[in-house]
């Protein structure tokens, strides 16, 4: 198992991403929870310089950018489209030839298009209601022998968010996650801890939240 480093969070989250768009960036525990998941599949997966990849609930596109360098190209999925348009400012002032964007509202039945050799994500599963239909589009999109990386939070007792809109799970146990996964074709899956969420408690203190990464082969 890797430890991933501690990062702190102040409370208070809201769930309409199109207006967060704009200051998502600003936060210093979202850049560094993005650069830990970004090492942690790097670790994990070792030279990706030859693969097409998929980052999965992009948004501003932080994992997408931090994967940019190690990757042959990367296609950064959302349904936000405002979170898009920052993403779209970013390759064009970078002049990025190898970053593409896709709009795509899975939970509206929205489909995937393309096959990519790598799929990573982070932070985006438990916005998902049936997590085992989108661990199924994965597979249909992986190529084959391809490779999926998630990360997102244990289980916990929903006290991660203040504001519940739009989350469907209070974190993942990762014993059950792996066994989905596992019945859906997957191979050679495993999990790690890519970081851990330091964040104010209710009552006082603070609470750690893991993240973990679980990674799957087709």
Known sequence: MLNGSKITMADGEHKDFDKEAAQWDAKPETIK???????????EAGPLGSLNALDFGCGTGLLTLMLQPHVK???GVDSSM???EVLRGKI???RLGNVYTMFVNFEKGVRVQGAYDLIVSSMTVHHVQDTAALFRQWYAILMPE????????DAEDGS????STGVFHRGFDRTKLKTILH???YREIRDTTASTIVKEAAGGGTREFPVFLIGARK
């Open 160 to 163: 991660f968010h203040s504001d």
């Open 73 to 75: 190209t990367i296609t």
């Open 92 to 94: 064009k002032t970078q």
């Open 33 to 43: 929870l993005a650069s830990d998941v970004a090492n942690a599949i790097i670790r």
């Open 82 to 84: 405002g979170m898009l």
């Open 183 to 185: 019945n859906i074709g």
């Open 146 to 153: 391809g490779r999926v990386f998630f990360s997102d939070l």
